[in-house]
């Protein structure tokens, strides 16, 4: 089956970085997509990668190992407006998008 | 600015009514897509479309239907309301000439509660 794995829940400090990881095993890949969803809004999209390597988007940097599965979203600087959950997202071979259940971020002053 | 709208933010039914639930974007996209999210869960793809009256299963359609009679409109219909359809429903859109990135613009859900 299709699967992807990111941590239910994660706190840091305002300030701080703060890397939010996603393990996927999807049935092939066109892609892999970072959405950020604040309580009771609608996601937005953060990134999307492709290839193997860092992709950096001012504080936000997304990181994708294929061989490994596995993606990071690294955010910098952390602000308090970044509390939030964080979708991981996998395009798979059908162009189907496979989501994990998110990683909801807290931050702390 | 794409704006995906979704006519209603909370919604109260009785088991066993229809519900409707409408979907209406403002940038001229061909997808647009239904989903369901439930805590602990990933968002799970009820109903996709990529044009005008064309519609497709995604994967949980059980219980469901779909209408999309003009191109900036996609309707989520629930034929006969049960308990476990209790959830938070997005829609959202992209554009087919984007359909290898997908990048999909998301309504701001619709909270739908059956009683």
């Known amino acids: 089956g299709q699967n992807i794995d990111q941590p239910t829940e994660m706190t840091a400090t305002e300030g701080a970085i703060v890397q939010i990881n996603c393990t996927y095993q999807t049935s092939g890949f066109n892609g892999l997509f970072w959405y950020q969803q604040h309580a009771g809004e609608a996601p937005t999209f953060l990134s999307y990668n492709v290839l193997d390597g860092l992709e950096e988007k001012g504080r936000f940097s997304s990181f994708l190992s294929r061989s490994k599965g596995y993606s990071y979203l690294l955010l910098k600087e952390l602000q308090m407006k970044d509390s939030a959950s964080y979708l991981c997202a996998v395009l798979d071979s059908n162009y189907q998008l496979i989501w994990g259940a998110g990683t909801k971020l807290i931050i702390k002053p | 600015d794409v704006k995906v709208t979704q006519s209603s933010r909370y919604l109260v039914k009785r088991t066993g009514e229809k519900v409707f639930l409408e979907c209406v974007q403002d940038m001229d996209h061909e997808n647009m897509f239904w989903y369901r999210q439930d805590p602990g869960l990933g968002l799970r793809l009820i109903y996709f479309s990529y044009d005008v009256k064309m519609k497709e299963k995604g994967d949980i359609p059980e219980g469901y239907s779909v209408s999309r009679e003009k191109k900036e409109r996609f309707s989520l219909i629930l034929e006969s309301a049960s308990t476990n359809q209790t959830s938070m429903y997005l829609c959202?859109?992209?554009?087919?000439?984007?359909?290898?990135?997908?990048?999909?613009?998301f309504g701001a859900g619709t909270r739908l509660s059956v009683l």
């Open positions: 959202a859109s992209s554009l087919m000439a984007d359909l290898a990135k997908n990048i999909q613009y």
